[in-house]
Structure formats: C-alpha cells, structure tokens
C-alpha cells in the first residue's frame, strides 16, 4: 500500500535511526555508552510519584478529562508558577491549556495555523518537529540559520520581506535544543517586535527553561511587553522534573492563539490523564528543589564531558542551558561520518548534526543524561574511548 506523499516528502526521524543502531549494537554485544536521544535518567520528585499513585488510588480519576483547557487544579498551578518563577500573570481559564507534553503541541501549532503556501520561520539547527509540520500541513519551512558567530540567535533582519510577508509562524527555542545557547532580553524583544511588523504568532518552545548553568535563569518570551498578544509558549514537565514518559505539559499566552491550538487538539486527542494533571499540580508546587538538584547534576557531567574533550584536543565551548554539548566534528569529517566511526570504534553513541537540519551540519551533539550506575564515571570513560581514536575538532 502506498503511503500518503506528505510522508514520503519528509526525511526518516533521526532518533528513530540511531534506535535501530543502538538496538542492533546492543544484540551484539556493544558495551555502549550513549550520548543519544536525551532522555532524562534521574528519577522524578518523590512528590510527584506519591501524588500520582494516590491520584489513582483515589480516583475516580479514569475519565476523560473533557473541560477545554485542563483540570482547575492543574491550571492554578500553572499560573501560580509561571508568576512565580517568570513575572508574568495568566489567566487560567483561557491563556493556559494542558497538554500531552510539548512535542504533540508544537506539532498541532502548525497544523492549526498553517495553510498550503505558508510559511513558518524554523530555526536550524533545531527541533525536527517545527519544519516536519509544517511540511504535513502543506507549509513552507523557511531555514533560519543559526552559528556561533550570533551566539545562535537567528538574524531576524535577514528574513526576506517576501518570505516574512507569507510567515504566519516564528519557532524560537531556548534554552536552545541541540547548541545549548540562551537567549537575551534584547533578542526577544526584537522577535516581539518583528513578529508584529508581520502579523507573526510566535511559538516559544521552553521546554529546558529549567536546565541552565548562569546566574540568571532564562526568561520567558511572554515577559515582553506586547508578547501576550503575538505569542504562546510551550512547556514540559519532561526535562525540568525528569518525567519524560508521564507526557505532560502546557501551552500558555496569546488567548486566541492557545484557543486556536486547543481546537486542532480537540479533533485529534483528549486531554492529559487526569491523574496525570492533579500529579503535575502537587509537582509544580513542591519541585523548585528538584530542579535545582538537576541543574547541579548536570553541570558536573557538563563540565567532565566539556574539560575531557578538551583534553584531547577537541574544541568545545559549554552550554549555557539543556542538557546537550554541540561539538564541532573531527576535522575531515561529515557530522555523520564522525557519529558513524565514534560508534563503530569507541561504542559511543552521539547524534550527526546533520539531523536537525543543513546548518547542523559540521557538528555532534552529546547528550549529559544516560543510564548508568554512575553517569560521572562513564562520561570520564567515553572520553577516554574518544581519545584512542586520535581525533581532534573544530
């Protein structure tokens, strides 16, 4: 049977890939050490484990949760929260809307506003998830390319009036997924500014908001004046509370924009487990810790990864927030090349930069989290790996 050409026009996922080859070095016996996909390998605040388990012992908590934005209790936490930690006052019942994480949300953003010949403005390097959706909807994905030389900032000024003028959609992302940069209080006001010049929605995925090595914590685009009104926001209990499987999160913000993304929703899946949501409600309230602790954990592998590459002759530069290091490829060498031979050769696994679009190309990511008895100690290992190969980069 023939797939629908919407799926044949668009590359295979790369996590899906790298699984196959992990799965297959596995069952011959690989003793790998995997810098891959990025799922979270701490466990998730005791908080949040008991209220789930008496959430459903409670019950009855079995239903569909049918209310267009999510569960009261859930949504009052959410906005106690987002003032709490950001500054910036929302409206319950109308600027904030449960989801089943933010991957799903993202998706259906485009699907909601994206028409045949619309445009959305995609960063690259970046989340797969923003350009593949707005491909299924008919869309154009406009590269937006980001480097070092902008700390990875897209060059707004540099988008095509032609192309802004068909943009209906500007993906932003920081802290941001694979580079690790962050983003200033200036560029977002830029991107406010820009978005209404054009009659732009932004969405702002924040799903590492949490996860930052400064003194400063990330902001949220929704601090800036006008940004209530032009943009929403994406967010994910899955990296700040390692509760990547429990698929939870929100969007908040512009009112007819979440409006518009619930709508699409509606027609495509329900709303999160209420179990789920009263769970996400108590962790929202007794994590702040939590997330401090995580944030400690992985500055320590940060800097083990980062200082050992160095070591070796590698050239690395930090992150400033996620839990990835963005590693220029040995030199010689395709991003996919250099993944291909550190997997072959030293059973490490790492992503081709390559997968998150052209201008990826020329780097690797490393992922800090992965399951192991003592993480530390691995990363120290891999890096030793890495060093028999007689490698450098940049």
Not at 313 to 337: I, N, R
């Amino acid at each position: 049977m023939e797939r629908a050409r919407r799926l044949q026009a668009i590359a295979p996922y790369p996590f899906a890939e790298i699984a196959r080859l992990k799965e297959q070095a596995l069952a011959e016996g690989w003793d790998l050490i995997d810098f891959g996909i990025g799922d979270p390998d701490m466990p998730p605040p005791e908080c949040a484990k008991r209220a789930l388990a008496e959430a459903v012992e409670v019950g009855p908590l079995n239903n569909y949760d049918e209310s267009s934005y999510g569960l009261p209790a859930f949504l009052d936490a959410v906005a106690a929260w987002f003032k709490d930690r950001f500054g910036v006052e929302l409206e319950p019942r109308g600027e904030i809307k449960v989801t089943i994480g933010s991957k799903e949300a993202l998706a259906k953003a485009a699907w909601a506003y994206i028409n045949p010949g619309d445009v959305s403005l995609v960063p690259t390097p970046g989340y797969g998830v923003y350009a593949s959706n707005t491909q299924f909807a008919g869309g154009e994905a406009y590269a937006m390319p980001l480097g070092p030389d902008t700390g990875y900032l897209p060059d707004l000024d540099a988008v095509p009036a032609e192309i802004a003028n068909r943009a209906k959609l500007l993906f932003l992302n920081y802290p941001h997924n694979p580079t690790g940069a962050v983003a200033t209080e200036e560029f977002h006001q830029r991107a406010v500014e820009f978005a209404e010049r054009y009659n732009i929605l932004i969405c702002s995925d924040a799903a590492y908001s949490e996860v930052y090595y400064g003194d400063e914590p990330p902001m949220s685009i929704l601090a800036v004046d006008g940004a209530k009104e032009r943009a929403i926001e994406f967010h994910s209990f899955s990296k700040t509370f390692c509760m990547t499987g429990w698929r939870l999160g929100w969007m908040c913000g512009f009112e007819d924009g979440v409006a518009g993304v619930s709508r699409m929703k509606s027609y495509v899946d329900s709303n999160a487990f209420p179990a789920m949501q009263q769970a996400g409600a108590v962790t929202l309230r007794c994590g702040g810790g939590y997330a401090s602790q995580v944030r400690a954990a992985y500055k320590r592998r940060r800097d083990i990864l980062v200082e050992g590459l160095r070591s070796i002759g590698w050239t690395v530069e930090p992150p400033q927030g996620t839990f990835f290091v963005w590693v220029p490829s040995p030199q010689g060498m395709t991003s996919a090349e250099a993944a291909a031979k550190l997997l072959s050769e030293a059973h490490v696994i790492t992503i081709p930069g390559s997968s998150y679009g052209e201008y990826g190309e020329g780097y690797i990511r490393f992922s800090l989290t992965m399951r192991a008895d003592d993480v530390e100690a691995r990363i120290a290992e891999a890096v030793d790996r890495i060093s028999r190969l007689d490698l450098s980069s940049g």
